[in-house]
């Protein structure tokens, strides 16, 4: 079974946030099995380290046309951890100051979608199915119905489109379809790329695509509706029959509170006594009290309203009236990096407001941190709270995507949960389930500790993913013979 797995991201090479995560985990957790041929394709940018960058191999390089213009195409090769990676090299579109976020992104994602159909033939390597990942690859499909069906080497590939955040979908101009992809308007339909005027790239991969998934059976159903649909809410229901959740996993090799090299101290579900000192050396590092009985919540995100930030903002004064520690860390919006940051001037004592990217940071707060707070309006799927959970910090979460999948809410009368949640989203409901989880810690010390084991022995690997997307790989390509 020959699969071709298309990116604007992968980790360790390039990582803006969970699709970086999935495009790296996903595909080497499917390349252990004898079955699968899978490679993975990306851009080839600028941002790549050099350790990475010195071990690459060009295999291939050729011109093909981009609408009106004729381009240059660079095909790099790096075999690693088991996989295959081709990277689709061209300075004028790939070195750039960031991956996204470029005034001609319609444009850059255009040329890498072309190009990846376009190298196929030339590295004599055709997939039976390629897998596109959000609106920068999702014109893929598209293009091979439209453009390309002439081909005969390429006319049966079969296509899987995964949505990681339905916001997100690529809308431009019209006149993208015969300036830049070379094509009519064949596709330019209420059932194809049509939106209004624009063509919208994640919409034509949804209606051209032969399966669509998205990362949380939750958010599968959520985004169905108008409140979640982000507008594409009638078009995915209208191809409701190719729509299936797969909740992702994390990796449990860089995740593991036994060997992480993030942490000085190491622990597992036998024995958390250096759970509790990872937690003093928290608290020392950011200058707060060292002490083992405050509870101490934890919080890495980007600092957008999606995260459900808005929430922590309204109900910052009551909580920190708790015996509490609080500490958060990420980048985003500078409305709640400001905001966080005079919260802090407040409480001192209590808060620390650490405005930046760290990734050995983040380990630590996942791991001395009692409680992971993570009130997202929405979430695909989020990965946060699974790791939350691999190193025994009990996640407080509201009842949404896939945060509503992986986190069992704390039943008192059974002891049965690995976490806490809240249905409802507003600051009421977020600072009574944090006062309930807070009652927990201090007065029910016993129940405590069996959260925490049963959070721990939770199976957030890649294995029950990667054969769920084997085994519609597997159907794929039975209809494909039928």
């Known amino acids: 079974m020959k699969v071709l797995y298309a990116s604007a991201e992968a980790a360790p090479f390039f990582k803006t946030g969970g699709l970086g995560d999935v495009a790296y985990a996903l595909p080497k957790e499917l390349a252990k099995d004898p079955e699968i041929d899978i490679r993975v394709v990306l851009p080839f940018y600028s941002q790549m380290a050099n350790e990475y960058a010195q071990q690459l191999k060009e295999i291939a390089h050729f011109r093909f046309q981009l609408g009106q213009r004729n381009v240059y195409c660079g095909i790099k090769q ?37 190009a990846i159909i ?58 993208m379809l015969p300036n830049v992809f070379g094509t009519g308007f064949n596709t330019f339909t209420e059932d194809g790329l049509k939106e209004k005027n624009h063509i919208n790239y994640l919409k034509g991969g949804i209606n051209f695509s032969d399966r669509v ?28 029959w190719k729509l299936n959740g797969i909740i992702n996993g994390i990796d449990l090799d860089i995740n593991n509170p036994k060997t992480d090299n993030y942490l000085p101290y190491h622990y597992d579900q036998k024995d958390l006594s250096n759970k509790v000192k990872l937690k003093s050396h928290l608290q020392k590092q950011l200058f707060l009290e060292q002490d083992s009985q405050i509870p101490l919540i934890g919080i890495v995100s980007r600092l957008t309203d999606q ?8 109900i910052m004064d009551d909580l920190l009236q708790q015996n509490v520690q609080l500490v958060i860390l990420g980048t985003g919006d500078q409305r709640f990096e400001d905001s966080f940051r005079y919260f802090e001037q407040k409480y001192p004592d209590q808060l620390r407001a650490c405005i930046q990217f760290n990734l050995e940071l983040a380990q630590q707060i996942y791991a001395a941190s009692d409680i992971f707070l993570m009130p997202s309006a929405f979430e695909p799927c989020g990965l946060s709270q699974m790791i939350a959970m691999r190193y025994g910090t009990l996640p407080l979460v509201h009842e949404t995507g896939g945060l ?32 309930m989880a807070l009652d927990v810690y201090f007065n029910q010390k016993k129940a405590w500790q069996k959260l925490v084991k049963q959070a ?19 159907d794929l390509l039975k209809e494909s013979v039928n």
């Open 78 to 114: 790096l075999n690693y951890q088991g996989v295959t990676y081709y990277f689709i090299d061209n300075l004028a579109y790939f070195d750039r100051a960031t991956l996204y976020g470029e005034w001609d992104d319609g444009e850059r994602f255009a040329y890498f979608s072309t």
């Open 118 to 175: 376009e190298m196929l033939e030339v590295i004599n390597w055709i997939p039976e199915i390629i897998h596109c990942n959000d609106w920068q690859t999702a014109m893929i499909p598209a293009l091979l119905i439209d453009r390309y069906h002439w081909k005969e080497s390429l006319k049966n590939i079969r296509k899987v489109l995964t949505i990681h955040n339905i916001r997100f979908q690529g809308v431009y101009d019209a006149s």
């Open 213 to 240: 998934t998205t990362v949380s059976p939750t958010y599968a159903e959520e985004i169905l509706t108008p409140e979640f649909g982000e507008g594409l809410d009638a078009v995915l229901r209208l191809n409701k």
């Open 307 to 314: 995260k459900g930030l808005q929430l922590v903002e309204q």
């Open 404 to 435: 509503k999948d992986t986190v069992e809410a704390y039943n008192k009368y059974t002891g049965q949960g690995t976490g806490f949640s809240f249905n409802g989203f507003n600051r009421d409901n977020l600072l009574f389930t944090i006062k």
């Open 456 to 474: 721990m022995s939770k199976d957030f690997s890649w294995s029950e993913p990667a054969q769920a997307y084997k085994a519609i790989y597997i």
